[in-house]
């Protein structure tokens, strides 16, 4: 891969004011062995009972409180990323309220896939860099070739998350490491990721009175669900890099996977967003489903947010491809 010529930043411009308390986020720039050692823990762990649970399910079947606690954390978890670290913390496409603001950075540590400035750091670097030489998760990092596709779509997919060296946060978020109130939730992911995996045991115990609900519960709603949230997550930074249409202009390989657009709450929709990164909305072909927006649309509504980045028709028009619109 080479260097891009036309890098753009698009991170929020960062507040310049003195900080009042150190620097400290979670993780530095070097990730340690027993970082690595977690990081395998909780990809193998809830695989194994992803895996599992396709047998279970077809002999056992799950159970309606399993099932919805399974739905409800994962969405929970997944608009937390998709709507509070991606689109709002790394590309600024709207500004929110402090409440708001700090339940978006809750929400998204509720996925476990990892401390919040971390998080954006590497997102921030990722589009600096897009498929080109220091993007952290190219699929097409080791060339062209199908041995070197197969190898790269793997170092996308998750490979690159055990690499030592980290993205310097200070540089690419230095926004978030200046406000104390979400340095502090960064710091405490430990604590979010105990209590992601802990609510839905809570839940299944009470309801059912039972431990045998409390065990059910978090095999389905904890493991099962960090899973599969996980490698959606993970197949926008390998999949829609390596396939999947693409309509709109982009200095990139960014396309779109529709199959992928329900689970991913519209991230799915990636040339879009690669085309037009601070964009609010994905998803903004006809048919194109973004439940994401529509949150983002309904925080609007209820004046939780505000300055919302919706891209226009003609805004849209210019970056189609054949310059032909089908917009919603």
Known sequence: MTAPSDVIDDAPEADTSPAEEPMATLGGENKRTIEQVALALFIVIPFAALVAA????????????????????????????????????????????RPVRI????????????????????????HK?????????????????????????????????????????????????KDPALRRISR?????TTISLLIPPLVGGLATWSWQGAL????????VRVALLHHVTWSINSICHAVGKRPFRSRD?????????LLSCGESWHNLHHSDPTSARHGVLRGQLDSSARIIRWFE????????????????????????????
């Open 129 to 177: 860099y897009s498929d080109h030489e220091g993007d952290p998760h190219s699929p097409w990092r080791y060339g062209e070739t199908l041995p070197a596709l197969l190898k790269g779509l793997w170092w996308a997919h998750m490979g690159w998350m055990f690499d030592r060296e980290q993205t310097s946060q200070e540089k690419y978020a230095p926004d978030l490491v």
């Open 301 to 328: 509504l209820l004046g939780w947010v505000s300055d919302v980045r919706w891209p226009s028709k003609e805004r849209i028009a210019a970056r189609l491809k054949d310059n032909v619109t089908e917009a919603a």
């Open 253 to 261: 390989r960014a396309g779109n996977v529709w199959w992928l657009a």
């Open 54 to 97: 396709v047998p279970l399910a077809w002999g056992w079947g799950v159970s309606w409180l399993d099932l919805g606690l399974m739905i409800a954390m994962y969405y929970i978890g997944c608009h937390g990323v998709t709507i509070g670290f991606h689109r709002h913390f790394t590309h600024g496409s709207f500004k929110a309220k």
């Open 216 to 223: 059910s519960a978090f095999f389905w709603g904890s493991l």
């Open 103 to 126: 339940a978006l950075a809750i929400a998204g540590s509720l996925a476990i896939e990892g401390p919040l400035v971390r998080w954006v750091a590497d997102h921030r670097r990722h």
């Open 188 to 192: 405490q992911f430990p604590l979010w």
